[in-house]
């Protein structure tokens, strides 16, 4: 079986050498229109290492030539399908910079935000690329509003506003379960909520956000002093009434009654 394992490598290597021997050649060579077309027909066969390092040698030499705006365009596209989207995002860039009304300009655009997209981590981990994933993307849609990648890219934004919705919460949800640890964890967690609502008001974790105020405000209220108690419980009382008219079937409402019954006797009738 070594044996078998063995030739069968052996005739692999032996099939591939005309291919490498002939990459090797052009690697070396100093023609950049060469370089380009064998690049090209690598990208094609979707080699797309081989196409990246003589791209790379090649995209500076070729600009203000008719191979120039391609050549760019494919470097960066090489590095793209091989998940190297930091330096996908550079040189697509570099691209619709270079050539803002080039023949690539709009997939550029698209595939900047993409990729910073598909490199968005979890949600409790840092959002930049996140971030700037939604910016490129909606210049994108600025630019390109009726591109056959508008609905991808919207579909994209939505969500990583949701990722970046859900960080909050967890953030909002961290600071309520601190409770008084060092201070008064629970206006913290009011704030973070009211803010995450006000630059996300469409998110899918509205009422979580919603729903985390009235018990952060009802904790506030429990631990005022006595002359703030009875405002902090009407607080309650009116936080309550806008939880349940916007979410009357919440999975919640059992919690947010009890709240309110409670609430409701330390405020005048």
């Not at 050649?25 to 080699?47: G, H, I, M, N, P």
């Not at 910079?97 to 981590?121: C, V």
């Not at 630019?143 to 890219?153: G, H, L, M, V, Y």
């Not at 469409?202 to 703030?228: P, W």
């Amino acid at each position: 079986m070594r044996k078998l394992i063995k030739t069968l490598s052996l005739l692999a290597c032996i099939a591939l050498l005309p291919s490498c021997t002939e990459y090797s050649k052009v690697l070396k060579s100093r023609d950049a229109e060469y370089k380009f077309e064998y690049a090209k027909r690598a990208f094609e066969q979707k080699k797309y290492t081989q196409a990246s390092q003589l791209l790379t040698d090649v995209y500076t030499p070729l600009r203000g030539t008719p191979n120039g705006e391609e050549a760019l365009y494919l470097l960066a596209m090489s590095y793209y399908h091989n998940e190297d989207y930091e330096n996908s995002n550079l040189y697509l860039k570099t691209y619709y910079n270079r050539y803002p009304k080039g023949k690539f300009t709009e997939l550029a655009r698209f595939y900047s935000g993409y990729g910073y997209y598909l490199d968005s981590p979890d949600p409790q981990l840092d959002q930049t690329y996140t971030i700037k994933a939604i910016e490129e993307l909606k210049d994108f849609l600025e630019f390109f509003p009726k591109s056959d990648k508008a609905t991808e890219a919207r579909d994209a934004i939505f969500e990583m506003q949701d990722k970046l919705t859900l960080k909050e919460l967890q953030n909002a949800q961290l600071y309520y379960n601190l409770g008084n640890f060092m201070g008064n964890n629970y206006e913290s967690a009011i704030i973070v909520s009211q803010n995450a609502l006000k630059t996300y008001p469409f998110s899918k974790y509205k009422e979580d956000f919603e729903f985390l105020i009235l018990k952060s405000k009802f904790q506030v209220a429990r631990q005022s002093v006595a002359e703030k108690m009875e405002d902090r419980y009407r607080d309650v009382v009116d936080e309550y009434y806008s939880y349940i008219n916007n979410y009357p079937e919440s999975k919640n409402r059992k919690e947010a009654d009890t709240i309110f019954k409670i609430a409701e006797k330390h405020t005048d009738k």
